[in-house]
């Protein structure tokens, strides 16, 4: 229950600041609206803060932290146990649509003020720059990647050995999650996470939020199934390499 509880109370934490941040940027008539040519970094930037804030909430709670099921993928083929990977999921996603309702509610008038369908659904989940399955499948098998990999390096004995202080991790992680952002994140919005994208597009789907579109279930697949190859692949390297 404990474990369940941080990854819900950890990934809704994620959903609520990080598609907070992206609905205040992109809603009309909020006062982080038209933000111009800073709104990418803004995004990027407020995404890897709240990566570390989420990180935090679940180990407080009593989880390990993963508030991602592809990091849970990861982590279950690197130490060859599946066993806890059922309840890690569930509490994500849980929490990843609990976090996705809120933003609904905390922007309530601002729904309807907003005319364009895609930006509505940008505040819950991701798509393409360029509609290119192939690269997009790509482009969140590598960004995912490289977030399992460089946590795996993050949390390896070798770097612990050396003497990193406790509770730093989160906070490398975040400015991982910033870094991804800003050097990957622009040809599909890096989902790099199932729930994160999973989640809110279900929240999207059933809540009656005004002036909605489709929402997009064509590509849903792929921020799903990619960034858990993705972390598959960087959990077997990382036990390959013995990290």
């Not at 005319?115 to 098998?141: K, L, W, Y």
Request: include cysteine; charge should be negative.
């Amino acid at each position: 229950m404990q474990v369940f509880l941080g990854e819900f109370f950890g990934t809704a934490t994620l959903i609520l600041l990080g598609n907070g941040l992206v609905a205040g940027v992109l809603l009309k008539d909020t006062y982080a609206s038209n933000s111009g040519s800073t709104t990418w970094l803004l995004i990027t930037t407020g995404w890897g803060l709240t990566v570390t804030l989420a990180v935090l909430v679940a180990l407080a709670v009593g989880s390990n932290g993963h508030i991602n099921p592809a990091v849970t993928v990861g982590y279950a083929v690197y130490a060859g146990d599946w066993s806890a990977a059922p309840v890690y999921i569930a509490g994500q996603l849980a929490g990843a649509i609990t976090g996705a309702t809120l933003v609904w509610l905390h922007y309530l008038p601002h729904w309807s003020r907003t005319e364009d369908p895609a930006s509505i659904r940008s505040c819950f989940c991701t798509a393409p720059a360029v509609e290119h399955t192939p690269a997009n499948f790509g482009s969140e098998f590598i960004g995912t990647f490289m977030l399992m990999f460089i946590v795996a390096a993050i949390n390896s004995g070798n770097i612990a050995a050396d003497g990193l202080a406790p509770g730093i991790g989160p906070f490398l992680v975040g400015l991982l999650v910033w870094t991804i952002g800003l050097s990957l994140g622009g040809t599909t919005g890096y989902a790099i996470n199932p729930a994160r994208d999973l989640g809110p597009r279900i929240a999207h789907a059933v809540l009656p939020i005004q002036g909605k579109g489709p929402s997009g279930w064509g590509y849903a697949w792929i921020p799903v199934v990619a960034p858990c190859a993705g972390a598959a692949v960087a959990g077997a390297l990382a036990l390959a390499l013995g990290m």
